[in-house]
T-cell receptor
């Protein structure tokens, strides 16, 4: 069974640029959530996708957007990058439905640095 | 005030000690309580979760939830240097989507 994978591992961008991060969910999982983890902080919920539809969003501006594909992999897009967007971006997959699933499994993350 | 509060530490203990990690929360809607372990520059790893109040044991780890006090704990017995990591508590509830609300994490170091 393949776990959650993310790409790229590291990324360096400059202010104003756009970035796309990718996540492959664990086999059999149809729900993907994205989190932002700033240095020394806990992960903050960005949004969740269930069966290709956004199904819940945290307190992040519209320049954070996403997609989920028919194979349940997902992308996180961030436009007009700001310095404060520098963080570890995590995705978590779960086998759940549109409700809450306690067993959520995280990928290794993508470390984004904005200069 | 944050929904979930967690002492960031760092907490340093000798090998073999019993470790107690704690979180408090303010949202009474939380029903599920998770503990994750995160090694440096890695993704969080789910250790265990508890639904509602009570205790749950898994090997050297015991999770406790006291909903009346809005207080949760993770105990690690016979701590090992390999337990050195950041421990994150997380919470969620049915009707909140799959959203996890995390504490800031407690950095633990187990010394030889």
């Amino acid at each position: 069974e393949t776990g959650v994978t993310q790409s790229p591992t590291h990324l360096i961008k400059t202010r104003g640029q756009q970035v796309t991060l990718r996540c492959s969910s664990q086999s059999g999982h149809n729900t993907v959530s994205w989190y932002q983890q700033a240095l020394g902080q806990g992960p903050q919920f960005i949004f969740q996708y269930y069966r290709e539809e956004e199904n819940g969003r945290g307190n992040f501006p519209p320049r954070f957007s996403g997609l989920q594909f028919p194979n349940y992999s997902s992308e996180l897009n961030v436009n007009a990058l700001e310095l404060d967007d520098s963080a570890l971006y995590l995705c978590a997959s779960s086998p759940g439905n549109s409700g809450f699933t306690a067993e959520q499994f995280f990928g290794p993350g993508t470390r984004l640095t904005v200069l | 005030q944050k929904e979930v509060e967690q002492d960031p530490g760092p907490l340093s203990v000798p090998e073999g000690a019993i470790v107690s990690l704690n979180c408090t929360y303010s949202n009474s809607a939380f029903q599920y309580f998770m503990w994750y372990r995160q090694y440096s520059r890695k993704g969080p790893e789910l250790l265990m979760y508890t639904y509602s109040s009570g205790n749950k044991e898994d090997g050297r780890f015991t999770a406790q939830v006291d909903k009346s006090s809005k207080y949760i704990s993770l105990f690690i017995r016979d701590s090992q240097p390999s337990d050195s990591a950041t421990y994150l508590c997380a919470m969620g509830f049915t009707g909140g989507g799959n959203k996890l609300t995390f504490g800031t994490g407690t950095q633990l170091k187990v010394e030889l």
